[in-house]
């Protein structure tokens, strides 16, 4: 199994621009995730996903932010328009079900010039 | 709001000593805890999952053991390797979402 895989690895991008950010989970998995890491907040939830529907998006920090998963093998995270503040590096992580170990991919690093 | 709190925040230790990293969460009513590593620039990759009727999990040389009523979860790593040097995070499930609260990680570095 290939894991999680997001892509692209690094993202460089100067403010205003619109990022986007992909996941493909891991193939029969049903729940994905998006976290964030930061040094000053550490990891945090932005949004899940159970059966490609959001559950729980309260995580997500502004109406600049969305995140959608039109089918079982792919989610995109967008941010529009991106700001400096949004530099992190963005977690996508899957796993089988509620109470499951959960897989993550190896995360995009993003930076906002 | 649960809160999960990792102590030491760093810890460094010479090649084959036995050591122990704690975790500690501020609501009880956890479904379970799932301990985590981090290499520098990579994802986390799970360790140890413990369900919350679970007192304790083991894999190899790592032994995660969980004491609900006090909040409180140990990872114990016998005969520590450079191998091991990361930073190790835990994480709880709390509520009837499936959403994890992580702590803020102890970064351990194994020395030759």
């Known amino acids: 199994d290939a894991g999680v895989i997001q892509s692209p690895r690094h993202e460089v991008t100067e403010m205003g621009q619109e990022v986007t950010l992909r996941c493909k989970p891991i193939?029969?998995?049903?729940?994905l995730f998006w976290y964030r890491q930061t040094m000053m907040r550490g990891l945090e939830l932005l949004i899940y996903?159970?059966?490609?529907?959001?559950?729980?998006d309260s995580g997500m920090p502004e109406d600049r932010f969305s995140a959608k998963m039109p089918n079982a093998s792919f989610s995109n995270l967008k941010i529009q328009p991106s700001e400096p503040r949004d530099s992190a590096v963005y977690f996508c992580?899957?796993?089988?079900?509620?109470?499951?170990?959960?897989?993550f991919g190896s995360g995009t690093q993003l930076s906002v010039l | 709001k649960q809160e999960v709190t990792q102590i030491p925040a760093a810890l460094s230790v010479p090649e084959g000593e036995n050591l122990v990293l704690n975790c500690s969460f501020t609501d009880s009513a956890i479904y379970n805890l799932q301990w985590f590593r981090q290499d520098p620039g990579k994802g986390l990759t799970s360790l140890l999952l413990?369900?919350?009727?679970?007192r304790e999990q083991t894999s190899g040389r790592l032994n995660a053991s969980l004491d609900k009523s006090s909040g409180r979860s140990t990872l114990y790593i016998a005969a520590s390797q450079p191998g091991d040097s990361a930073t190790y995070l835990c994480a709880v499930n709390t509520g009837t979402a499936s959403k994890l609260t992580f702590g803020t990680g102890t970064r351990l570095q194994v020395t030759l």
């Open positions: 992580a899957s796993k089988t079900g509620w109470g499951e170990k959960l897989f």
């Open positions: 193939s029969g998995h049903d729940y």
């Open positions: 996903f159970n059966n490609n529907v959001p559950i729980d």
């Open positions: 413990i369900q919350s009727s679970q």
